[in-house]
């Protein structure tokens, strides 16, 4: 019969126990066997939900304390040495010092005579291919060793055997963990690594074998990719070597087609192959004909990146059909791991029925797995008939429902012209008049807009929520906090200034809230990194602003502050990268929906006279295609989407935009076409490396490049932040830099945010003596 397999599962809980534990962890008010404990019981709870759903075969390796490639590095004893234990093998508390930062080893090469703790830098953080997931990003050496130094998997698959689980453990392979990484220090080919490091994959081979293990997973996504002929090459040396091994090995892809790399990918010496049949519907059927005979192939059906039911009469006619060509070697499984779907739907209470009817978690995906592969043996019994009868029932009443198509929307969009997206002069005409009006002082300092949400700002909007709190008194208990965050910031006399936003739960939620066409849960939270969640939104039908969102906020903050206040917005390309999009029209259609609701605050925050206005795109490079050749549309498209929200101001409104950790170099041309006039990037943790892109363009606009991480706790020094900055100044007009954070501050402490915010003006102080300018 076909089996059903899962790719991965969400390693949060239900209930976000992870997050919790980690944070508590952090905090010392848990201990390590403490930790440990709720690891244990969300792996079992977890694997227990996939088997209950059905699932053939579980995953095993996919749970992490922070992040899976995080886990690979320790794993194969790729530890930068600012981290390397003295007592040799790694620890958790080694783990956490990688992702996190902090302060290690004392030097006595002091400017002051005496031992200083060094400041430990944390890896830095960038996207997983194109999704809101981070991957903390492997440091290699041109003299890397590899060796097998941290034992997670084999104990993982030992806890799961000894539950009476059959398991397929998860290994990202070798050709992905090396493109995923960076070469330090001098100049060398990564690929050069790969011979020392896949006797390590050996050796993990042989230990999970000895441990009764029959099939091994292993992800291999950038096969999906335009690969070098070089890379292509390595892969047929690698699995050449690795067949000898023993364990059956199916080679894992997703979030694309495969394209140009099916041949090569089908004719691996390996045992099954898993393709991507949502993002990719097209690799089916020609995989077929490419397969070999003896090789299994694993379809994926189910979406594991959207939380809409499956139609499960479309998926069932592929299977049925590969059915008929494989029997047995067809496999049937999600599109992706599961890691980014909520787990269970179960959990929501409060969603309305019609709603929670369209929707699927990673639990019910299972289910919808399970289900798929037992209609291919028993079409005709009673379980798979009714599933398919209320798969049918959900997609008409989806279909046909009017809370979905709006026709004013509709007709707003197809009413947008060129003028719509321009604005009324050129960056340098408008530059001079913001200089102008503005009057800041050479390296102006601001933040990128949040402060720290304490406990009391999540009391209280738990409170209003719940009708313990009258409109009244949680509009007061908001203004507390904004003046609280207008006085910090006039005592540490930055230059431009931000209300804080107490108010926002999120910086997607907060305006999706406020949007027709939007829908919430109580439990979809997805991971980011470590023990940052998100609980995406989900756009359901056409969306539109009934009224304004963020005027009353920053007019009321401007009012307190002679200062130049910032209206901060979220940015159409992130509101729908940050959502679990519609998939009944495209994404450029939500989009320019989404630019058009923002246009108007933006206009009405001008009104109030508000005279700049940062409009985030954090998500913007992560929208990008995986493939070169579907970049241009969606380049097109998103730099519109932007221009179409911020050019109904005048030319003295300053549009100031915000992008999160990214590679920057393939996309900068279109980042220059979006016209912000000042943008503001996330590159401490790079070295400041991530500016080579912008001035090897020579890029035209002001740029503010991040100068402490915000996600570490570690506050640096003023030395260090200016540091930075002359670095940022040799590639980059010093009159054309900011200066400001990595990002928001609403997951750090006030004392620290304080500390390294005083540290920040200080060094912008410093430059501004340095370049002798005001």
């Not at 067949?243 to 087609?257: N, S």
């Not at 670095?727 to 997951?747: F, H, M, Q, S, Y």
């Amino acid at each position: 019969m076909a089996l059903s397999h899962s790719l991965g599962f969400p390693r949060i809980g239900r209930d976000r126990e992870l997050k919790k534990a980690l944070e508590a962890f952090w905090k010392g008010e848990l201990d390590e066997a403490g930790l440990r404990a709720v690891g244990r019981q969300l792996r079992a709870e977890h694997w227990q939900l996939q088997k209950d759903a059905g699932i053939d075969l579980l995953p095993v390796g996919d749970f992490a304390w922070y992040d899976q490639v995080l886990t690979h590095s320790l794993t194969f004893g790729v530890i930068p040495e600012r981290f390397r234990p003295d007592a040799g093998q790694p620890s958790l508390q080694t783990l956490f010092a990688m992702a996190r930062g902090g302060v290690g080893r004392k030097s006595s090469n002091s400017c002051c005579g005496g031992a200083h703790p060094q400041p430990l830098l944390a890896e830095e953080l960038t996207k997983w291919f194109d999704t809101n997931y981070h991957y903390l990003v492997p440091e290699f050496t041109a003299d890397q060793s590899f060796s097998l130094s941290w034992q997670q998997l084999f104990e993982e698959v030992e806890e799961a055997h000894a539950l009476g689980h059959k398991v397929k453990p998860v290994l990202i392979g070798p050709l992905t963990y090396l493109w995923l990484g960076k070469a330090k220090g001098q100049v060398f080919d990564k690929l050069d690594l790969l011979e020392r490091l896949l006797p390590v994959y050996g050796e993990i081979l042989q230990r999970l074998a000895a441990l009764g293990v029959e099939w091994v997973q292993i992800d291999e996504p950038i096969l999906v990719l335009d690969l070098p002929q070089d890379w292509k090459n390595a892969f047929e040396r690698a699995y050449n070597l690795l067949q000898r091994e023993p364990v059956k090995k199916l080679i894992a892809t997703y979030f694309g087609g495969l394209a140009d790399n099916l041949g090569l990918a089908a004719s691996l010496p390996l045992d099954g192959l898993h393709i991507d049949l949502v993002r990719a519907p097209e690799q089916y059927p020609t995989i077929l004909d490419r397969l070999p005979a003896y090789k299994v192939l694993s379809l994926g059906v189910v979406n594991g990146r959207n939380v809409w039911r499956c139609d499960l009469d479309k998926a069932l006619a592929v299977l049925q059909h590969a059915h008929d060509r494989l029997g047995e070697r067809l496999w049937v499984a999600p599109s992706c791991s599961l890691l980014h779907s909520p787990v269970d739907l179960a959990r929501e209470d409060q969603l309305d029925a019609d709603l929670k009817g369209w929707l699927a978690f990673a639990v019910q995906k299972c289910a919808e797995v399970a289900v798929l592969a037992r209609a291919l043996e028993q079409p005709e019994s009673p379980e798979v008939l009714a599933a398919l009868a209320a798969s049918r029932a959900v997609q008409q009443d989806r279909a046909a429902s009017p809370r979905i198509h709006k026709p004013d929307v509709q007709a707003r969009v197809a009413a947008i012209g060129p003028q719509d997206s321009q604005r009324p002069s050129p960056f340098a005409e408008r530059i001079v008049k913001q200089r102008e009006r503005l009057q800041l002082p050479a390296f102006p300092t601001t933040t990128i807009g949040s402060f720290p949400q304490t406990a009391a700002i999540r009391l209280a909007r738990q409170a209003f929520k719940q009708g313990k709190l009258s409109e009244a008194e949680y509009i007061e208990a908001m203004h507390s906090e904004i003046r609280h965050a207008v006085e910090i910031q006039e005592q540490l006399d930055l230059d431009v200034l931000v209300h804080g936003e107490a108010e926002r739960n999120d910086m997607v939620e907060y305006f999706a809230e406020q949007l027709d066409g939007y829908a919430f849960t109580r439990f979809g939270w997805v991971q980011s990194y470590g023990s940052r969640c998100v609980k995406p939104a989900v756009i359901y039908g056409d969306l539109s602003r009934p009224k304004a969102m963020t005027v009353e906020w920053v007019r009321y903050a401007q009012g307190l502050t002679s200062k130049v206040m910032k209206g901060m917005l979220t940015g159409p390309v992130t509101m729908l990268m940050w959502s679990f999009p519609r998939e009944d029209v495209s994404r450029e259609v939500q989009a320019k929906q989404l630019a058009l609701a923002i246009r108007d605050e933006v206009v009405d925050l001008e009104a109030a006279g508000i005279p700049i206005v940062q409009i985030d795109e954090a998500a913007f490079r992560e929208g990008l295609p995986l493939r070169q050749e579907q970049w241009k549309h969606y380049l097109d498209w998103a730099t519109e989407a932007f221009r179409l929200c911020a050019s109904g101001v005048r030319d003295e409104t300053q549009i100031h935009t915000h992008m999160c950790y990214s590679e920057f170099n393939d996309v900068v041309e279109s980042i220059a076409a979006m016209d912000a006039d000042v943008i503001t990037i996330e590159t401490s943790r790079s070295d400041m490396e991530l500016l080579e892109a912008f001035e090897a363009f020579a890029y035209p606009n002001e740029i503010g490049p991040g100068v402490y991480d915000i996600h570490s706790p570690r506050v640096p020094d003023s030395a260090e932040m200016a540091g930075l900055l002359r670095k940022a100044a040799e590639r980059i007009p010093a009159e054309r830099l900011w200066v400001n954070p990595d990002c928001g501050l609403k997951t750090r402490a006030w004392p620290e945010t304080e500390a390294a915010l005083v540290n920040m003006v200080a060094a912008a102080r410093q430059l501004r003596a340095e370049f002798n300018c005001r």
